[in-house]
């Protein structure tokens, strides 16, 4: 049995590495592409990249792109945050029937595509246009819906990781208000889970380009595009930027929640 | 003896009409905490889709219509229809056939090592990086003067591109989705590898079995369902997207999406709006259709594997 | 005992058909007007300058908007990007130029989505498909070199007016493809890879004129565009023709030798890449093309003022002149040439053309459309 065990183990690990070396060519080869490409011509695009004030004066769409992108996730985040976090707790509280009508709805975003969304997103925009003009921020409200799906599974799994009742009860029963035990009792206990929340949307506004584009606002994709149309190497570079920081983001928050299950 | 206990109305109401009538007044005040976010999906995402369907049978000049539905069946429509499912389809068989080999690779590593937390990580940032700088990421890659064109033309004499640039139309496309698709594979299909116990195989293996009978009489039958789910995931994954092909392609809108696109932005084919909703609908109803089976798979899944 | 299932039903039903009776409400209902402060000055009802007392009079209610929104306007097509420097600098007028790679489908989008706001578009450049379809959304206004325009190129009422226009022509470099004389040539072995359409025929007018111009040569007509779809269908299998879309990156790198476009978009091409790519355009003979874009003021124009001042200004030798410059022929071109304004030397600078132009009439262009969806696709898919 030992020796199967063992002959089974070396299969494995040559499977394994014939499977990574292979498939990991595959997926390395266009990065490395990207590096090449945007190097050609001396370099240039690279420099741009880290000198903001040249940066707005030779591409200003380019730059405007990446002001509005960043705004736009910010504001996604805390509008996420707002909406989900409080209804998830206080549906796991008081309203426990209606748990399956959230993830229903939270699953829905899944099911019709966004090109199929920003479709009947026109009329609605055009009254939100009306209340608040046609800022490229106020794509936040689309992009929310967009993030629903994986930022309520995320809170989810958070909240049924520490036993909200009680905490809560608990809480209440010490005299706090609502405010306070979502506050201060909650939510630093699904700081991981909210922190996830917010890296994944940030993560998906910043790659977002249907919407954007299919409703003629600015963004860091949208900008993008325009920009292969100019300047090819600038456009790879900066594509391979926007990679590279989502790559950082998604890394950080792996890293910290193993810090947070660690310190368990 | 029982008479004491038998006059119940000498004693103060039941406590049970007083709960329900309490619950009721709390059922209301909790429901309406609720509002804002109900309210607000309500605006932001119901409202869109019923637009979507009450346009698809709205005529141009305002009045019901079947046309555009009917106008669904001409040529060019059903041909990007049976075009996108065809590039659906096989990316997701494909990246589920690649996914699954990786994702088994992962499993048989060390659980909490490096190599898996760094692939998955890897396998999360990839799954979403689709769109515009994917595109670019190919461009750069086997475009026209991209980086292995000019190794292999140089190099090795090879002309990619002689029988026609293939990368800008569907085979391009194929290759293209194929590069998140194997991710999400690996994302979707690793929590059901992970279900498979040990305790299974050491069991085949003390009854005598093989590693093929294993494959073929315990595991895969068990792994089925996820796989099929997945691979279902992966089509409408596949069927949705529309930024990779719009900043790749740019002659002859080959699937559905870039077809909306072409219906809504034409400058020379007017008067198409209402086309466009109703080919909205049409993907509606092909993704609805692909994630119901998907969630019956899901429910199998989780049954066996848990 | 509740009956939870039925009442929650019933409450769902209700909530459905309480949402399916909005949405049915917002789609078909827009939001109320903003009202503009913009229009103390009477201008946004003028039909021309004497309306609102003389030029002088328009100069001064345009400075004080301070702002004009223009939309889809490219700054290396037909030189507008000096077009809008020109004006800023000369009036003093901050030039918003939104969404410079739009279409002109996107300009009338633009223009209901932002009706009312501070950011709608002023002024439309369109194709002529487009401007037919909507001439209820313009406000006329004849400039004050209306009487200079022949009857058949603008609006008698003013609603609408040609601007500049140009042939459909093929750009090529001369140092990677021999020089084309026809259509035809473009078949050739040695423009393998090589050919490619300034965007799709079913999107874009450029790509359209393309084809029609591709069937001219072919043996087609301006009712017929069918040759025009085969050639390009005999292009795709012979291995010529690039799915790629034109753009200044690609024809600087050489991925593009050869491009269909507009006469003034390849002139200007080769204008700017003098020194670097050896970029030369012809109109092939016998298959000319021709097509005039349409300027209009949108009627709900927040600057309203400076929208006509632009008019103006465009309809002027000087914005008539900078069009010339940009490779385009200006609307005026015969008034000017016989009053002695124009740029005699930018004009004779034009890619000759000859042949009879062929000028698609609203008919000949919605066959030429219908055929073209509903076979485009398979023809070089």
Redesign the interface.
Known sequence: MAGLIARRARRQRAFRWIVLVLLGAFFLLPLIAMVEFASRGGGQSWRLLVDWPQLRETYPDLASGIVASLGQAVLTALLMLVLLVPTAVWVRLRLPGLRRLIEFICLLPLTIPAIVLVVGLAPVYAWVNYFLGGSSLTLTFAYTILVLPYAYRSIDTGLSAIDVKTLAEAARSLGAGWGRVMWRVVLPNIRSAVLSAAFLTVALVLGEFTIASLLHRDNLQVAIELLGKSSATMSVAVSLAALVLAFILLLLLSLFGERRKASR | MANVVDTPDLVAPRPEIRARRGVGI??AR??L??V??FA????????????????SF?GNE?GFTLENISALG???IV??FVRSIVLSASTAVVGAI?GA??A???V??KPNGV?R?A????S???A???????A??????IG?????TVFLKDHLGIDL?????WL???PGLMLVYT?FQ?PLMVIVFLPALDGIRPQWREAT?SLGGS?WQYWTRVAGPLLAPAFLGSTLLLF?NA??A??TA??L??????IV?LQ???A????????RQHL??AM??G??VV??IV?GLYALLQRRTAKWLA | MRTPSLKGAARSATALLAATAMAAAVAACSPPEKKSEADSTGAATATSAADLGGLDALVTAAKKEGQLNVIALPPDWANYGEIIKAFGDKYGIKVNSAQPDGSSQDEINAADQLKGQDSAPDVFDLGGAVATANVAKFAPYKVSTFADVPDALKDAGGAWVNDYGGYMSIGYDSSKVPAPTSVADLLKPEYKGKVALNGDPTQAGAAFSGVVMASLGSGGSADDIAPGVDFFAQLKKAGNFLPVDPTSATVESGQTPVVFDWDYLNVAQGAKLTGKVQWKTIVPANAVVGSYYVQAISKDAPHPAAARLWEEFLYSDAGQNLWLKGGARPVRAEAMEKAGTIDATAYAALPKAEGTPVFLTDAQTTKAKDYLSANWAKAIG
Not at chain 2, 40 to 55: A, K, Q, S
Not at chain 2, 249 to 254: D, E, F, I, L, M
Request: charged fraction near 10%; hydrophobic fraction near 55%; aromatic fraction near 12%.
């Open positions: 709390t059922r909790s429901l905490a609720t804002p976010f607000y999906v309500v605006i932001f995402l119901v409202i869109p889709t019923l637009v979507v369907v009450v346009d709205t305002g001409d040529g060019f041909d990007a690649l080999l990786l088994y690779a992962l048989t590593a190599l937390r692939v998955t990580a890897a999360g940032v990839l979403q990086f689709g769109g515009v700088t994917l670019f990421a190919f461009l750069a890659t026209l003067s991209g980086f292995v591109y002689a029988n026609g640039v800008f139309e569907l590069y194997i293996e590693t409408a069927f949705s529309y930024a719009a900043a392609v740019s002659q002859g809108n080959p999406p909306i696109r072409g809504l932005t034409s400058e020379v084919v007017l008067g466009g909703h909205a609908l993907m509606v993704v609805a994630m």
